[in-house]
């Protein structure tokens, strides 16, 4: 009878549209009933359609008025009252992946718990003896589980409720005194406790690390928050001093130009003067030439002679200042038999010297110069703005650990560049200032402030903070790699890497190495290499000098605290060992690519 009683409630006092019990039942003029609601709804998303019958599909050339159905309405009120419940929906069924009621017959539905005693899992239904019977208050229940069967002793088939602690792990009673017997042995119940207790000791660690964690969070936070502000007012102050500069040199860029097209105007001006003085003379004397050839033509002796005291002498204008007129003089004698008439002598400009001029030239040298300085002055303290950017550190910040391998040192290699202002004299750069090599005879280098002066040194042109590794090469018989600050000194034994507290050298020999700094020397041991590897992190304060074959060999690990940017440098010969060496001529030290 409850299967018919299911079968007539599920055919007819459901909705076919919610699959729900039908609430406030009405039938339409095709006698399929629904919720009135879900009718409504159904008809009114397609409203621009005629409407129609969910089931039958028959249309209705106009809306029906839905009324009550009375009759079903009182039905399902009455069947609520005897305790018929509505029809589970589908997605209360078990599906492959739920766990199953063990006690549904045909489809079963989804289990909401598992008995740890009856070893079963229930659905709501056959759940409620669990809840309403005493016998079953005493019973287990946790949330559906599929391993229920592994509570069950596979040698016993009892329910595993002891725990070995000598084996680790769970046993059932007749274990515990059959091959467990003399073990560790102990309720299930209390070793859950016991692990529960240290459970919860771990959890307050882990909860307390989670809010130390939290802190943090919060903290680089605030920090992310800060520096956004300080990036933002830095790159916006930083443009508004580069536009200061750029406005700077736009102006002085104006200013020689004026100047230039001002002088240009005048000294042109003064030159065309000259040139309209010079074009007058040329008229005059071309004037004064043609009367002279005419009255040399006249063949009346006394024409001549009556015209001869009337030209003028000709007078030519000079300029000293640019325009020197050697004066040439010219005497014309005619004797006749009687008397003589003289001309007298005409002072005129053969040639015009005019002082060597570069014109403009020595401008654009002097702005080339002004160039020249401003670069090195960029390239002298732009380390420092870079030094400034790389120390924003972020709070709570971890520092990368050193490599372990060449691979990993490779990661960091940089390519070194040797400055051609710092290199001593008596030492050639390559043509990739990549090689540095010593001479016989001093290089003509210009005196720059920069240069060593007493010893056979050279500091690279990149300034380096961060991670870098590089390796050099060396064919001399004495070398000193080195890092150092810039501002090291250039003249004295002060001046020589590893001589003072701006720089650290390891001194190679072809029997042994010395680690020097601040005047102070430490032996290293170590095979020897005419490689050596250079390990800088500035940030943490590392420098690491390795000897580089087939393998790596640390040599010598420096932990210290950078306060400027360092730069590499190499020192071949010199004061080494106690004792002056001169380097041989051709040796040389080559910063590589390592591969």
């Known amino acids: 009878m409850a299967q018919k009683g299911d079968s007539l409630y599920q055919e007819t006092l459901s909705c076919s549209i919610c699959l729900e019990v039908l609430k406030d039942p009405v039938a339409i003029p095709c006698g399929h009933s629904y919720c009135m609601n879900c009718i409504k709804s159904f008809w009114d998303e397609g409203e621009k359609k005629l409407p129609s019958c969910p089931q039958c599909r028959e249309t209705f050339t106009t809306r029906p008025v839905l009324v009550k159905n009375t009759m079903l309405a009182v039905l399902v009120e009455q069947l609520k009252k005897t305790g018929l419940q509505a029809a589970p929906a589908d997605h209360c069924y078990a599906g492959p992946e739920d766990v199953a009621c063990d006690f549904c017959s045909g489809r079963k539905l989804k289990a909401i718990k598992s008995c740890l005693v009856c070893l ?21 229940l946790v949330d559906p589980s599929k391993n229920l069967q592994d509570n069950i002793c596979p040698r016993h088939g009892e329910v595993m409720k002891m725990f070995c602690r000598t084996d680790q792990k769970c046993i059932c009673y007749l274990c515990s005194v059959d091959e467990h017997k003399g073990h560790d042995t102990v309720s299930a119940a209390a070793e859950r406790t016991e692990r529960q207790r240290e459970m919860e000791v771990s959890r307050q660690q882990i909860q307390q690390e989670i809010q130390d964690r939290e802190k943090d969070v919060k903290l680089l936070q605030q920090e992310v928050e800060a520096i956004d502000h300080s990036a933002d007012k830095t790159v916006e102050d930083s443009e508004e001093i580069f536009t200061e500069l750029i406005s700077l040199l736009q102006k002085r860029s104006s200013e020689v130009k004026q100047q230039i097209r001002s002088h240009q105007e005048t000294e042109v001006r003064r ?14 004397l071309k ?28 007078s030519v204008s000079t300029n000293s200042s640019s325009i020197s007129i050697r004066p040439l003089t010219h005497s014309i004698s005619i004797r006749p038999l009687t008397h003589s008439i003289s001309i007298r002598p005409l002072t005129h400009s053969s040639s015009i010297s005019i002082r060597p001029l570069r014109y403009f030239k020595d401008v654009a040298a002097a702005v080339s110069e002004v160039r020249g300085r401003l670069q090195d002055i960029l390239r002298d303290t732009w380390t420092n703005v ?3 950017v790389t120390e924003v550190d972020v709070l709570l910040s971890r520092p990368e650990p050193e490599p372990t391998s060449r691979a990993g040192f490779l990661k960091y290699s940089c390519e070194i560049t040797l400055d051609p202002n710092t290199v001593n004299t008596w030492m050639l750069l390559s043509k990739e200032n990549r090689t540095v090599t010593v001479v016989k005879k001093p290089q003509s280098y210009s005196d720059h402030p920069d240069r060593f002066t007493k010893h056979h040194q050279v500091l690279s042109r990149e300034s380096l903070t961060g991670r870098h590794y590089w390796e050099v090469e060396k064919t ?24 003072n507290d701006k720089s650290w050298s390891l001194r190679c ?16 041991s170590g095979p020897l290499s005419s490689r050596i590897g250079v390990y800088l992190d500035h940030r943490a304060g590392v420098l690491s000098f390795y000897s580089v074959s087939k393998t ?7 932990q210290t605290s950078f306060t400027q940017p360092l730069h590499a440098g190499v020192v ?19 910063f590589c690519k390592p591969k």
């Open 509 to 524: 020999s072809s029997d042994r190495y010395v680690f020097r700094y601040n005047n102070i020397d430490t032996s290293i």
């Open 572 to 590: 071949i010969g010199s004061a080494f060992f106690g004792g002056f060496i001169f380097p041989r001529p051709g040796a040389s030290v080559e």
């Open 271 to 284: 030159v065309r003067e000259l040139e309209e003085k010079l074009q007058q003379e040329i008229t005059d």
């Open 386 to 388: 870079s030094l400034a």
């Open 287 to 314: 004037r004064r030439d043609a009367e002279m050839k005419q009255l040399s033509d006249t063949e009346d002796h006394n024409q001549f002679l009556h015209n001869c005291p009337s030209l003028s002498p000709l």
């Open 476 to 499: 001399a018989d004495v070398v000193g790699v080195a890092v150092s600050y810039k501002n090291i000194s250039r003249s004295g034994n002060e001046s020589l890497f590893g001589y």
């Open 120 to 140: 079963a899992s229930y659905c709501h239904k056959h759940l409620q003896p669990h809840h309403d019977s005493s016998t079953f208050k005493k019973h287990k």
């Open 552 to 558: 790596m060999t640390l040599l010598h690990r420096v």
